[in-house]
């Protein structure tokens, strides 16, 4: 066991989708259902290239299915799009990914908070933590309504770490994709990538790669602060 000088200032912070759950097949068909219902464009790799960023960037900038500056348009399509995707969580459930139980019970039973992080919107955040049975273990969680501005920029993990009342530089997030680790390392934070989404050779400038959270031990975190 880590240190408690070290317990009593460590903070953990986690991306949701492909981190502690893994719901990319549903955002996928609820974005492929919304374009085919509406007659708008969308490929593979517009879908690919938009995970991990708020619906605000992804659907003007990615997508291109409204203007920059038509806000009521983005919104609606956006609200659309993610109350299919709530429906198909509660229709097929939902379960954490391997790994995450174990060390969210290993940071409760250490006393260290953790924090969400996501761009996705706060109702998406406490549906998939309560269907994945994951709620109980958050002190708090930050989401896109939350922030002015999106991952890469580091606003969401800064927030998340305020949260729980911990310095930036005392918290690791975990992330699975390339904007959130660039949004981690801009808030000064240590970051361990999970490639549940990405390959482990795609990722640079982090702190551990991992496949799965199960590999994740309280000493390996603590041996990254040393």
Same mark, same amino acid.
């Given at each position: 066991?880590?240190?408690?000088?070290?317990?009593?200032?460590?903070?953990?912070?986690?991306?949701?989708?492909?981190?502690?759950?893994?719901?990319?097949?549903?955002?996928?068909?609820? #974005?492929?259902?919304?374009?085919?219902?509406?007659?708008?464009?969308?490929?593979?790799?517009?879908?690919?290239?938009?995970?991990?960023?708020?619906?605000?960037?992804?659907?003007?900038?990615?997508?291109? #299915?409204?203007?920059?500056?038509?806000?009521?348009?983005?919104?609606?399509?956006?609200?659309?799009?993610?109350?299919? !995707?709530?429906?198909?969580?509660?229709?097929?459930?939902?379960?954490?990914?391997?790994?995450?139980?174990?060390?969210?019970?290993?940071?409760?039973?250490?006393?260290?908070p953790c924090s969400v992080?996501?761009?996705?919107?706060?109702?998406?955040?406490?549906?998939?933590?309560?269907?994945?049975?994951?709620?109980?273990?958050?002190?708090? !969680?930050?989401?896109?309504?939350?922030?002015?501005?999106?991952?890469?920029?580091?606003?969401v993990f800064l927030m998340?770490?305020?949260?729980?009342?911990?310095?930036?530089? #005392?918290?690791?997030?975990?992330?699975?994709?390339?904007?959130?680790?660039?949004?981690?390392?801009?808030?000064?934070?240590?970051?361990?990538?999970?490639?549940?989404?990405?390959?482990?050779?795609?990722?640079?400038?982090?702190?551990?790669?991992?496949?799965?959270?199960?590999?994740?031990?309280?000493?390996?975190?603590?041996?990254?602060?040393?």
């Amino acid at each position: 066991m880590p240190p408690a000088t070290f317990l009593s200032c460590f903070g953990a912070v986690f991306d949701l989708d492909g981190v502690l759950i893994d719901s990319h097949d549903q955002h996928e068909r609820s #974005w492929f259902l919304l374009a085919d219902e509406l007659g708008l464009p969308l490929t593979k790799e517009q879908f690919k290239i938009s995970f991990g960023m708020r619906n605000a960037m992804v659907i003007p900038e990615v997508f291109h #299915w409204a203007s920059p500056e038509d806000a009521n348009r983005i919104q609606e399509l956006g609200d659309r799009k993610e109350a299919r !995707y709530r429906e198909l969580l509660r229709d097929e459930g939902l379960e954490p990914l391997p790994g995450v139980l174990s060390l969210l019970e290993a940071l409760r039973d250490a006393g260290i908070p953790c924090s969400v992080g996501s761009s996705t919107p706060r109702q998406n955040v406490g549906t998939a933590l309560e269907l994945a049975g994951l709620q109980g273990y958050f002190a708090a !969680y930050t989401a896109a309504e939350d922030v002015a501005r999106g991952k890469p920029d580091p606003e969401v993990f800064l927030m998340a770490a305020a949260k729980i009342d911990r310095d930036p530089t #005392w918290c690791v997030v975990f992330e699975d994709a390339h904007v959130g680790v660039a949004a981690a390392r801009a808030a000064g934070m240590k970051v361990v990538a999970v490639t549940t989404t990405h390959p482990a050779e795609s990722f640079s400038e982090v702190d551990w790669i991992v496949s799965s959270l199960g590999e994740v031990t309280l000493d390996r975190l603590h041996a990254l602060f040393v």
